[in-house]
Each structure stands twice: as C-alpha cells, then as structure tokens.
C-alpha cells in the first residue's frame, strides 16, 4: 500500500482586517440601539407640554426646554413632607440595604464554598430552593416576621429583607468555588490566619467581579423600589414613591413624569458607568491560570 503523504503544520486561528470591521460595527449598531431607550428619556424630559402629545410624534424635541425639571422641583417644594426626608431615605435604604447584603452574602458564601462542616450541602440545597419562590408568596410570612420583631413601619422593614436575598448568596457561593483555590487558603490556615481574616483579606480580591455586580443590581433594585406595603408613614416613604405621588397628576404634569424619569435613572447609570471598568479588568483577570 502506498503511504500518504501528510505535513505536520500548526493551524493558527486569526481573524481578517475585515473580520474585525465587521464585528466592530455591528457592536457599535448593538450598542447604538440598546442606547437608544435612554437618549429618548433625555429627549421626552427636554420636550414642551404640547410636544410630548405631538402627533406623529418626534423622537427629539423640537423646541428644547428646562420648563419641565422647573415644575417637577415646584411640585416637590409644594410636598408637606420635605423632599430631601424622601432622598435621604432612598439613600439610606440602598447604600445600608446594598452593602449589608454583600457582607452577609459573601461571608454565607465562603462559610458555604470553602468551610466543610455538618449540614452545609443541605443549607446550600435550601437556599437553591428559595431562588423558586417569589417575594409575593413569602409576603404574609415576611409581615409576621417583621412584625414580631416591631419592624413594621421603619426603615428596616426595606432594608433587611434585602440582606436576607439569597440570590446574591447563591451567586458569591458559585463564583468562590470557582476563582479560590483552597490551596491558597491552606497556605494561609498553616501561616496561622484566622478564618475572617481569610475571607476579607484573601477570598474577597479574587471574587472582586462577583460582588462590583452585585452591588450594582443590588443597589439599582432598592434605588428603584417604590413605597413598600410594611411602610405607612409618609416621612419614611422613598424618592420613588414620592416622584410617582408627584406625577400622578394626569395630562398636565406628563412633562414633570418625563424629567422625574430622567432623574430617577441618572444614579444607577452613574454607578454602573463608575464600576464597569473595575469589572471588565477583574473579569479579564479572573480567567488567568497561575
């Protein structure tokens, strides 16, 4: 038989000038559009009274004007309650709400992920089960909870359901059983460290990714939330209930609605455009192998 002739050569995998080009517009069309939704919110917020009605209507106002953010800040001046009670309480509510989730979750999950001891599979097991359940189904459980321990019309109310969130639990758990190496964590139990120690000084730099994400979902969710059902007092209401009170006044007060939008997703934005580069480098650095 006769034998065939083959070359050894490497293959290596490369993409064209052109292959390039080709990804790099079609991001930008993807990123273009996605955009999009929040130029519109800008626009609506800059539009007259008679301009938000136009008909066919305009994507960009036509006649530019700061009329509505004027009334929006007219009609919050009118509120018997100060106005700067409702922002302090979203304030409190997102940056107590945020970092108190990201303590518990994170140290629940190194507890979880790297700590063997009795019960822990079946604790993990449960909390997989609570990720079926919606909020709405736990909430007659919830008010009794909160009720027993005279939460009911506080602050707390808001905010330590929002520790209690076992999504951010599940994902810290998933992310440290991947990215810390329990070689790493022996070196440090036979140097003579302490467990908190561990998990603040070690664990926590190389799960960096995990928790910038879930500061910014857990922060943009309570800045977001609207007046809770455990809450009846007025001083304890948050910037978002009070924005829907405002513009709850029909066809004249639809400009002062589009400015109150604007305003209520600048600071998500804003967080998320400060934290994504810090999560884009720890994601790059993340799938590095020593």
Not at 44 to 57: G, I, N, R, T, V
Not at 87 to 107: D, E, P, R, Y
């Amino acid at each position: 038989m006769a034998k065939l002739r083959t070359r050894k050569h490497k293959v290596v995998l490369s993409r064209s000038a052109g292959g390039d080009a080709g990804i790099t517009v079609l991001l930008v069309i993807l990123g273009v559009f996605m955009f999009l939704p929040m130029v519109y919110a800008v626009s609506q917020s800059l539009k007259p009274l008679d301009e938000l009605w136009m008909y066919p209507p305009r994507f960009f106002a036509k006649n530019p004007t700061w009329t509505n953010f004027r009334d929006l800040f007219m009609l919050m001046n009118t509120s018997w309650v100060p106005f700067s009670r409702y922002i302090f309480n979203t304030i409190l509510i997102s940056v107590g709400g945020t970092f108190g989730h990201l303590f518990l979750a994170s140290l629940c999950a190194y507890a979880l992920a790297k700590i063997k001891f009795p019960g822990g599979q079946v604790m993990f097991k449960t909390v997989q089960t609570s990720l079926m359940f919606h909020s709405t189904i736990t909430a007659v459980c919830s008010f009794m909870i909160m009720s027993a321990f005279h939460m009911i019309d506080t602050l707390w109310a808001v905010i330590v359901p929002a520790w209690a969130s076992t999504l951010g639990l599940y994902l810290m758990k998933q992310f440290m059983d991947t990215n810390v190496h329990d070689t790493v964590l022996e070196s440090a139990r036979l140097d003579g460290a302490r467990e908190i120690h561990i998990w603040w000084t070690i664990a926590m730099p190389m799960v960096k990714p995990a928790w910038l994400t879930l500061i910014i979902y857990s922060f943009q969710g309570l800045w977001n939330s609207g007046s809770s059902i455990y809450i009846y007092s007025e001083q304890w209401k948050s910037f978002n209930y009070a924005i829907g009170q405002i513009t709850a006044g029909g066809i004249r007060r639809a400009g002062a609605s589009a400015a109150a939008m604007v305003l209520m997703m600048a600071v998500p934005i804003i967080v998320f455009v400060v934290s994504q580069s810090n999560i884009i480098e720890t994601m790059g650095s993340s799938g590095m192998k020593d």
